[in-house]
C-alpha cells in the first residue's frame, strides 16, 4: 500500500515535449511509472518518447484513461495548465514548476477545488511511492520501499530524510513533497490522515520551514487524529527575521510561523521534533522500536 | 520587490486614488524648487527608503517655510536612517519626496494582502491609524477589521459597507467615498500583481476626504515578468550588493553573523545546514542556496561571495544532488580554488547524483584545505572544528 499513487497509476505530462518535461518524464518512466502520454498544443498526433502527444489534456485523458498530470509548463502557464486539467476529470495534478505568479495559483487552486482535483505544490519535487511510481525530479534511488511516509516543504530536505530513513535500515512507502509557496495544494492535514490510514505506513516524517502556520495547523490534527509516530523537523531556526530565504514561504513576519513556535507546538502534540536534519534516521529508529 | 512610497503614490494616481501632491528630488536645492511648485503653504520632507517607521527615525518632517524646507532637507538628505524595519546600520538616504501637507482630522490604517489561510487576498483596517499595527494587533486586536476578498467576484458592494460600517463612518457621503477608495485600491492590487499594499495612515481630512498620508507596496517577483512597469521601479541601490551580484548568477544568498560560510543546494537544505552548524556549536556565516543549474562558474562564483566576508573561517560545502549534479559542484569547487585563494578549510559532503564520481574528481585533485564530510552531521561537526582552528 501507499497513499494517493501506485504501480498503476497512470500518468500525462503538460509541457511533456520541452527539455525539463521530456528529461524527467523519461527519468519516471525509467523508474517505472506509467507514463501514457503528454500534452503540447501544435504537437497533437506526435509521438514522444514512445507515447502519444495531445492537443488538449481532454483528449489526453480520454484517450489514455490518465488520472494524474505532472506539470512542467513555463510558470505563466501553470495556472492555465491546471485549471484545463481540472475541467477535463484529471484527479491529481502534480506541480513541478517553480515561479508561478501568486495570483494565478489563487484562481488555478479554487477552481481545481470546484471541479475535485488535488493538486500538489507548485514548486516541488513531487510525489513517490517507492519501488512503484515516481511523480517528479527526485533522484529515484535513494527511496527504498519501506514503512515510513514522508510529508515536506523543501525538495532537498525530502531527499535528506529518506536517505537517513534508508541507511537506518527502514525504508520509504509514500514520500511528498508539497513545496513552500504562498499558495500550494496538498499539505500536513491533507496528507497526514492518508499515512495514518495507509496500513503499510508506520512512521511519518514531517520537514517543515519558517512562515506561515501550516505546521501549527498539523500539530492541532496530530493531536487529535494521528495514532503513528511522527518525527518532525523545521529548518529556518537560525534565520534572521524577515529575511527571504529563497522560497516565498520561508519568510518570518513577527512571531507568526518562527520555527521556534512551530517546534514548540509539535512537541506539544506528541511529535518527536529533531534540532537537526542530521538526527532524522536516529529519531526514526527510536519511533520504530516504540 | 519593494518600491519606493513615491513610486506607489504613482500607481495609486493612476488608478484615480487620492494622495496628496508631491515630487521626488535627490537634492537640496531641487527640494525648495518643487515645495515652490507645490506652492505651500506647509510642506512634508520625507526620506524614500525601503523600510516603515521613518518618522520616529527623524526622517519625516513639517516644513513651515521655504527655509525649513531647505533646512530639513540638507538634514534628511544623506542621512543613515535606522527603523525598526532596517538593520541596526540602517539605511542611507538618497531620494526625498516633497509632499502637500495635509489637513488630518482623523488617521486611519488600511492594508491588502494575502491571507495564505483563506488563499485570496484580505482587506484590512483599523481606526488606529499611524500606529504600528503590529502593536494595535497586539494589544487591541477588536480594533483591527478584516474583510476577505475572493478575487473570482473582486470587489463587491458589501464589502465596501463591511469597510466603512467597520471603520465607524456614518457620513453618506463619506461612506461613498470610502467604498471608492477601497475598490479602486483592491483593483490595482490584483491588476500590478502586488504581494501588499499598505496605507498608515489614510487620514480624513477636515471637509471628509479620504486620503493615502503613506503608501508601502510589495509585488509577486513571479509576476515581474508580466509588469514590466513594476520592474522597472526596482531600486537596486536599496538592496545587498552581494545578494544583487549572487542572483545574477542564480544564487540566492543572504550574509549572516557568523564564521561558517555555506554553500548548499536547496533552501530548505540550505537552512537545516545553518541549525546544524548552530546545533553543533558553531555559527553560520551566510545562507547561500546555489539552486538547480549549479555549475562549475556559479559555484565559483559562490566562493568568490563567500570569501569577500572577512569573518569567514571555514567554508562547508553540503549538497544532495537531485537535479544538481554532484560532479559539476566537484569541478566548480576545484574551479574556485584556481581561480580564487582559498585560504581557509573547505570541508565538502556531496550526496545523491553522481556522487561517487565527484568523490573521484575532488580526490584525483588533491586539493590542500579540503576535508571530505560523510554525511550532514559529520560534514557540520568538521566544519565547526575546522572554524574553532582544532
Known sequence: MSILINKDTKVIVQGFTGKEGTFHAEQCAA??????????????????????????????VKT???????????????????????????ELAVIITEGAPVKDMQMAKAHATKHGMKTLGPNCPGIITAEECKIGIMPGMIFKKGNVGLISKSGTLTYEGANQVVKEGFGITTAVGIGGDPIIGLSYNQLLPMFEADPETECIVMIGEIGGDLEIQAAKLIKEQITKPVVAFIAGQTAPKGKTMGHAGAIVSGSAGTAKEKMQALEAAGVTVVVSPAEIGAAVTKAMAK | MNIHEYQAKQIFVEYGVPVPKGIMVESVEAAVEAAKELG???????????????????GVKLAKTLDEVREFANEILGMTLVTHQTTAEGKLVQKLYIEDGADIKDEFYLSVVLDRKLEMPLIMASTEGGMNIEDVAENTPEKII?????????????????????????????????????????????????????INPLVRTGSGDFIALDAKMGFDNSALGRQPQIAAMRDLTEEDEDEVEAAKYGLSYVALDGEIGCMVNGAGLAMGTMDTINYM????????????????????????????NPKVKAIFVNIFGGIVRCDRIANGIIEATKITDVNVPVIVRLDGTNAPEASEILKSANIANLIVGNDLGDGAAKAVAAAKGE
Open chain 2, 40 to 58: 505651500g503653504p506647509v510642506w512634508v520632507v520625507k526620506a524614500q527608503i525601503h523600510a516603515g517607521g521613518r518618522g520616529l527615525g527623524g
Open chain 1, 31 to 60: 523508474y517505472g511509472t506509467k507514463i501514457v502520454g503528454g500534452v503540447t498544443p501544435n504537437k497533437g498526433g506526435q509521438t514522444h518518447l514512445g507515447q502519444p502527444v495531445f492537443n488538449t489534456v481532454d483528449e489526453a
Open chain 1, 64 to 90: 489514455t484513461g490518465a488520472t494524474v498530470s505532472m506539470i512542467f509548463v513555463p510558470p505563466a502557464f501553470v495556472g492555465d495548465a491546471v485549471m484545463e486539467a481540472a475541467e477535463a476529470g484529471i
Open chain 2, 146 to 198: 478584516t474583510i476577505p476578498v475572493d478575487p473570482a467576484i473582486g470587489f463587491q458592494g458589501f464589502h465596501g459597507r463591511q469597510l466603512a460600517f467597520g471603520l465607524g463612518i456614518t457620513d453618506k457621503a463619506e461612506q461613498k467615498k470610502i467604498i471608492s477608495f477601497g475598490q479602486k485600491l483592491f483593483k490595482l492590487y490584483m491588476e500590478n500583481d502586488a504581494e501588499m499594499i499598505e
Open chain 2, 281 to 308: 556549536g558553531g555559527t553560520p556565516a551566510n545562507f547561500l542556496d546555489v539552486g538547480g543549474s549549479a555549475n562549475a562558474e556559479t559555484v565559483a562564483k559562490g566562493f568568490e561571495i563567500i570569501l569577500k
